[in-house]
Antibody
Framework: QLHLQESGPGLVKPSETLSLTCTVS??????????WAWVRQPPGEGLEWIGS???????YYSSSLKSRVTISVDMSKNQFSLNLRSVTAADTALYYC?????????????????WGQGTMVTVSS | EVVMTQSPATLSLSPGERATLSCRAS???????LSWYQQRPGQAPRLLIY???SRATGIPVRFSGSASGTDFTLSISSLQPEDSAVYYC?????????FGQGTKVEIK
């Protein structure tokens, strides 16, 4: 059973870089069926997919955030990370890491089946 | 990027009533990659339905999913107080994941 845990600063200044890490336990991040994702939720609003990374390092980003986002994977630490540059107050949100299992032998397939508890990040001076 | 549009924004119903939540995709979506999630206040999203039709493990039978073209529906046959939550549809199309904006279900 996978367990995901987000970590990072809860307060970031405007124009700076938001950096979060997701630590994966209960299984290896080196898994050919999994995409490791970041999803955020501004206060009182809905879910927004930020981007996903495959264990090989291949990344996929939301078109609206692509210019400011970098997601990377550290196989040695069983972690993946999010960097969001040039933040503003609009980036204030609860940030979740999640795993998307995308293969026919996943049970169930093509779903975000494990989520972290989320970490709140506030952008403010 | 596929846009998922959910309606209504809020649904207010009494216990025992049937809830029908809609989700429309801006273009064709692979049915096997359409899911529904429930999010209760203060909790992470929970998988309800995958592949548009299949209930996830432990999900009560009162939850069901259907599809017609680019229109997807989540139905709750007989609302219970614990079904008060926000419900999201989600799809994956060519390695681009998107969520609908959510439908809030309130129990009167």
């Amino acid at each position: 059973q996978l367990h995901l845990q987000e970590s990072g600063p809860g307060l970031v200044k405007p124009s700076e870089t938001l950096s979060l890490t997701c630590t994966v336990s209960g299984g290896s991040i080196i898994n050919i069926t999994n995409f490791w994702a970041w999803v955020r939720q501004p206060p009182g609003e809905g879910l927004e997919w930020i981007g996903s990374v495959y264990y090989s390092g291949t990344t996929y980003y939301s078109s609206s955030l692509k210019s400011r986002v970098t997601i990377s994977v550290d196989m040695s630490k069983n972690q993946f990370s999010l960097n969001l540059r040039s933040v503003t107050a609009a980036d204030t949100a609860l940030y979740y890491c999640a795993v998307y299992c995308s293969a026919g032998d996943c049970n169930p397939p093509n779903v975000f089946d494990t989520w972290g508890q989320g970490t709140m990040v506030t952008v403010s001076s | 990027e596929v846009v998922m549009t959910q309606s209504p924004a809020t649904l207010s119903l009494s216990p025992g009533e049937r809830a029908t939540l809609s989700c429309r995709a801006s273009e064709s979506v692979t049915i096997s990659q359409l899911s529904w999630y429930q999010q209760r206040p203060g909790q992470a999203p929970r998988l309800l339905i995958y592949g548009a039709f299949s209930r996830a493990t432990g999900i009560p039978v009162r939850f069901s999913g259907s599809a017609s073209g680019t229109d997807f529906t989540l139905s709750i046959s007989s609302l219970q107080p614990e079904d008060s939550a926000v419900y999201y549809c989600q799809q994956d199309h060519r390695y681009s994941w998107t969520f609908g904006q959510g439908t809030k279900v309130e129990i009167k």
